[in-house]
């Protein structure tokens, strides 16, 4: 079997493509980082630059000529996408932890409340009004209206660790929370996500392969929960390092494949097997470094080229409405926060503390964005609500971070101080 490999002009436009990808969501996210924003954002302006919105706009044959140099070079920079969120989620996975402590339960319980189910709901009546101009050619009414509800509720664990661990509060009480709040309400929303797409792909909203669909994916986690658990302690040898990486990648490859033939998107699965890698070394004492090798190659490279080609969609000169997104983030933005302050308003915790949950839950950063490009590639949405969300999510994790640092400036132990 022999296979075809691209001409050598073809490689040589495909490597000053992501060159220029990677440099520019590079600088652009230490621009963000200096500014004391997510990096994300950056990474995903770096791509804005060669879009429709800047230099495709003005100079759209040299764009081309680098971009879209031969027929097959978007397939060959989508590969790049793909493994960009895979392994984006699988990292994600990895270091996802469920801490539910008796003294925290009421009040974890309570946030998701007002941060998941509260928006979800106060979101279907406006799902109405704006599907006219955001739905996709294979949406539908179901698998638009579950990626819009989930687009108001969702909430980034990254940037949102990113931001506690850049402001010295990683271990707070109140971190803790929103942490924990957002690994349970992600979970529910991948699920939902993973049901729209599979009524996108059937064209129809049939309920037994939904309904199996749904129940694989809890019976997943679920199992994965088990295995954790069983697992946990009983493996204890040291694997070598080759070992342990070739290993965890087949896994990450196979059953990504697997599941995604199964109807289960892939980008669930690559967090599923992020996390059963962590319970299965939990006591091999090189695991947590060598992942974290896994994410510094991955965070320097396929994760960035991923927001930047994100980015290089977005074209807000011709497929956007200023006004229709600002009507949005009203609504998303407002929904979140105002369902946050209705369920905790009336506990024992500081009025201060219920605003910042409100706020902070607003982040939507990675998760937003998966959500966008999950959606927009299974064409349930189109590329108008594609950029609305990619927007919405930049926006609203700009206002959490710097929220946030603002409230510690006013007072260092606010985040210390929960009652409820």
Known sequence: MLLETLAAQDIFSTFLALALLLASAYLCGRLMEWIHAPKVIGEILGGM?????????????AMESIFMAYPEEGKVLNLFYQLGLLFLMFSSGFNTKLALGKEHRRLVSLVFVGATVLPILGAIPFAGIFQPYFIGERGESVSFLLVFVIGVAITSIPVISKIFFDM?????????????????????????????????????????????????????????????????????????????????????????????????NMMYTAFLVGYIVKALSQKDPNASRRMQAVADFSFSFFVPVYFALVGIQLNLLHHFSLVRFLIFFVVAFGLEAIGTIVVLWFTKLPRRTVINFAVTMNARGGPGIVLATVAFSAQIINIEFFTVLILLTMLSSMLAGYWLRYQQHLDPNVFEQLQG
């Open 49 to 61: 630059i060669f879009g429709g919105t800047f230099l495709y706009y003005f100079f759209p044959d």
């Open 168 to 264: 010295g509060i990683m271990n707070t009480p109140f971190a803790n929370t929103v942490l924990t709040v957002s690994t349970i309400q992600d979970l529910c929303l991948w699920i939902m996500l993973n049901a729209a797409t599979l009524i996108a792909t059937t064209g129809a909203v049939k309920f037994g392969p939904l309904f199996i669909v749904v129940i694989a994916t809890c019976g997943l986690f679920a199992l994965v929960q088990w295995l954790s658990m069983k697992l946990e302690g009983q493996l204890r040898t040291q694997s070598r390092t080759t070992d342990f990486y070739t290993i965890s990648f087949i896994a990450l490859l196979l059953f990504s494949a697997l599941l995604q033939r199964a109807g289960i």
